[in-house]
């Protein structure tokens, strides 16, 4: 082991590990996020709210713009440090739902596939939902089964990939009519599956009162 590695490693051992930012890993100051300052200020707020019709809900939050730095963390959430991530991106949701002044009774996710579960060992927006869930504390609704998609995305034409993804989640539970749901996800690019599970869950189920939210809009920036 190199001498800069053992001092890691001594680091590693004997700082609180609530003291080293999440993202770079730098011991520093840090937010209640346990970020540093630098990390903090790389991230770039949406200042709008999408056109929630247009997906389905009622409302439609963004936090964060989807820039080299957010994919970063997005890809560090889904490589093995997700208990962090899923933390950190909660606390965003948390706080941007305080800013619009959005309450909820019950938090919701827009799952993956059972195959991508068992690869990757966890259903990432799932996590986000069980932390915020806490930090809300409101109860965390299984509402929705990611379909099994027929063939690859990838090779299809695009009104077959449009005509997959409107249907590529069921909703196998009832709940009551009224019911402020709170749907997330961590990031939108065009909308197209947040707005898929959201006509899930209200095919389902009328009389909810649905609302969505992502950690990160990939869009192009309104200026
Ligand atoms: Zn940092």
């Known amino acids: 082991m190199s001498l800069q590695a053992t001092i890691e490693r001594l680091i590693d051992i004997f700082l609180p590990p609530d003291l080293q930012c999440i993202n770079c890993q730098r011991y520093c100051q840090l937010n209640d996020w346990q970020l540093c300052a630098d990390c903090l200020t790389q991230l770039e707020p949406v200042d709008f709210e999408l056109p929630a019709e247009q997906y389905q809900m009622r409302r439609l939050l963004t936090c964060y713009y989807y820039d080299d730095f957010?994919?970063?963390?997005?890809?560090?959430?889904?490589?093995?440090?997700?208990?962090?991530?899923?933390?950190?991106?909660?606390?965003?949701?948390?706080?941007?739902?305080?800013?619009?002044?959005?309450?909820v009774d019950a938090i919701s996710w827009v799952p993956t596939t059972r195959v991508k579960i068992t690869r990757r060992g966890a259903d990432h927006a799932g996590d986000i939902a069980t932390e915020l869930a806490k930090l809300l504390n409101v109860p965390r609704l299984s509402l929705l089964t990611a379909k099994q998609q027929q063939s690859d995305q990838k090779k299809l034409s695009k009104q077959a990939r449009i005509a997959n993804r409107q249907d590529a989640f069921s909703c196998n539970r009832q709940i009551e009519a009224g019911l402020r749901v709170l749907l997330i996800d961590d990031v939108i690019t065009t909308g197209a599956t947040i707005s898929s599970a959201a006509r899930a869950i209200l095919l389902a189920n009328r009389h909810c009162q649905l609302f969505g939210a992502a950690v990160f809009y990939t869009a192009n920036k309104r200026k």
């Open 70 to 103: 957010a994919q970063k963390m997005v890809y560090a959430h889904k490589e093995g440090k997700g208990r962090y991530y899923a933390k950190l991106f909660a606390a965003m949701l948390a706080e941007k739902l305080t800013e619009v002044a959005l309450s």
